[in-house]
């Protein structure tokens, strides 16, 4: 389909959104107040929402990227998780904040906490926006959850199809898809 040519209707509005980033923020702030924390941001998707939530955190915090892909671009994930970019410098004794935009299967947040895990991190808290509990096809324990949705494809919010649609403030449902 034309990824041009969706029909989008507001799923979760940009005040909504902006309400539970706060939420989680200010619970974050207290988990690690006084403490140095690295806040993991999982490319692409995670971007628009990392970088609200890290704003709502009040203590000092250092920036990484982790880029996987596992979707291709369509509406179902590949079961495959490919690296695309790796942090870019070491996370062994910190306290580690992972910020994903949605878990989905479980695959790639399974891989992720596996991978920062090797890595010997002080802790780790695992934070997603969005979570599909009806599309899980391994378990997957997480830490902090933002909305429990539908088994639906979304987008808005750093989350894309074909790469579109990252730019929306809302999170977006679509209507047309067969
Ligand atoms: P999982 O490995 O199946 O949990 O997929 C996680 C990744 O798939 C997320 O980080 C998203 O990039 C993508 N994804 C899953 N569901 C959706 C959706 O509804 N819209 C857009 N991307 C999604």
Known sequence: MNPKSLKLS?????????????????ILTEKFKGKK???ICVLKGSFMFYSDLI???D?????????V?????????SGEVKVTLDLSSAIEGQHVILV?????TGLTMNYLKKSIESRNPA????VTLLEKPEALKVPCKLDHV????????????????????????????VQNFQ
């Open 10 to 26: 507001t799923y979760i509005s940009e005040e909504t959104l902006q309400k539970k980033v706060s939420e989680i923020g200010k």
């Open 37 to 39: 924390v690295t806040a």
């Open 146 to 173: 933002g909305f429990k949705i539908t088994n639906e494809f979304v987008v808005g919010y750093g989350l894309d199809y074909q790469g579109y649609y990252r730019n929306l403030p809302y999170i977006a449902q």
């Open 100 to 104: 994903e935009d949605i878990v989905d």
């Open 59 to 67: 203590t000092d915090i250092t920036c990484e990227f982790f880029g």
């Open 123 to 126: 802790s780790l808290t695992t």
């Open 69 to 77: 892909s596992s979707y291709n671009g369509g509406t179902s994930s």
């Open 55 to 57: 704003r709502q955190i």
